[in-house]
């Protein structure tokens, strides 16, 4: 036994005593804001409604957020017009009645057509992937904030995520096999694709897409776009119009937005900054391996219903392009859609080389899937 000890009855305890709450001491002092630290709570707004899918991918970015940040940042994902109309959502962002809102950038068209180059853009020979690629590398998301912060003055950031497949031509109640087909159709689209088809000669209605089962039915509207076929079961279009047209250059490249309040963003600790952002990457991932799944099955479903489907033809994604070279020419007068599209075909020439050539075209890519499953 030490002579300390032998000479100091309880040295032994004492030292340990004093050891154990010199450690706690230092322990606290090295982590206690980690200790004491609250959790953030926000309120975001998806623009879709709680049975969408694509509120469940929302959801799934709310749920990648709070897993990746420990809880320390939750996200209550709240369904469209929970709070404020879809069209309203950046605005109740920047004013902070919303902590955030995910939806996509062509909501706000009608405040500047350029927002819908970073939502529903032309066909320029490229897709979604291509898309989010020009967004973070080839010069987009600058281009984004200038168009949000610099021209629109919103207290907004925000990014994209989530490469949606080509969009069908949507739900008719006869076929159609020309672009001349659209005079006079009574058409629910919106964005740059509504234009597209007002040049075409439609009448194009924007509906909320909870309401346009019924004005089909009712005979109010004759057709309207489709973005997938979980979503059109869910919102009956099955049951009121019998044809399903799929492909077109209408609507070949879309993403996801999220936006958040960029005064309450800016005060967040760095680390909780880069997982919003690193989460929307993940959720990009999951939504589009989750819509492999769902949209196929969901397709056959279509199948099963006594829906006629049928793929756009040559001469009608013909006349869609020229259609879109006269919008493009029109709405080109504003010097900052110019300036994007000009950043846009820059990248689809420069990248588009190489993939093209490098990839198989839907037509192998047809044959392959036959040849194996008929």
Request: charged share 20%.
């Amino acid at each position: 036994m030490p002579a300390d000890s032998a000479r100091k009855p309880g040295g032994t305890a004492r030292r340990r005593f004093l050891g154990a709450a010199a450690a706690a001491g230092a322990a606290a002092i090295a982590a206690p804001r980690v200790a004491r630290a609250q959790a953030v709570h926000w309120r975001v707004q998806s623009a879709w409604s709680s049975r969408d899918i694509f509120h469940e991918f929302a959801q799934g970015y709310a749920t990648a957020v709070g897993t990746m940040s420990g809880g320390r940042l939750k996200i209550e994902m709240l369904s469209g017009g929970a709070v404020v109309p879809p069209f309203q959502m950046a605005e109740a962002v920047h004013s902070g009645i919303l902590d955030g809102a995910h939806g996509t950038a062509a909501l706000r068209h009608n405040k500047h057509k350029a927002n819908s180059l970073f939502g529903t853009p032309p066909s320029f020979g490229w897709d979604s992937h291509s898309f989010l690629g020009w967004f973070y590398y080839g010069g987009g998301e600058a281009l984004y904030k200038e168009l949000l912060n610099g021209i629109l003055r919103l207290n907004v950031v925000g990014w994209l995520h989530f490469p949606m497949p080509n969009q069908p031509l949507g739900w008719f109640k006869k076929e159609i096999t020309r672009v001349q087909d659209f005079r006079g159709l009574r058409y629910r689209t919106g964005g740059l694709v509504g234009e597209l088809f007002q040049s075409l000669g439609a009448q194009v209605t924007l509906l909320p897409g909870g309401d346009v089962a019924a004005a089909i039915d009712r005979g109010v509207l004759d057709a309207t776009d489709s973005n997938n076929p979980t979503a059109d079961i869910l919102l009956g279009l099955p049951g009121v119009a019998k044809v399903y047209v799929l492909g077109g250059h209408h609507q070949p490249v879309e993403a996801f937005e999220v936006l958040f309040n960029k005064s309450k963003y800016d005060a967040l600790p760095g680390e909780l900054r880069e997982i919003l952002r690193q989460a929307s990457f993940a959720a990009s991932s999951d939504n589009l391996w989750r819509a492999y799944d769902r949209y196929a099955r969901d397709f056959q479903e279509i199948g099963r219903r006594g829906v006629k489907v049928f793929r756009a033809g040559p001469q009608f994604l013909d006349d869609q392009l020229k259609a879109w070279d006269r919008v493009l020419a029109a709405l080109s007068k504003e010097a900052f859609f110019a300036k994007v599209v000009a950043s846009q075909k820059a990248w689809v020439r420069r990248t588009g080389a190489y993939f093209q050539a490098a990839s198989l075209d839907s037509e192998a890519l047809s044959r392959a899937y036959k040849h194996h499953f008929g």
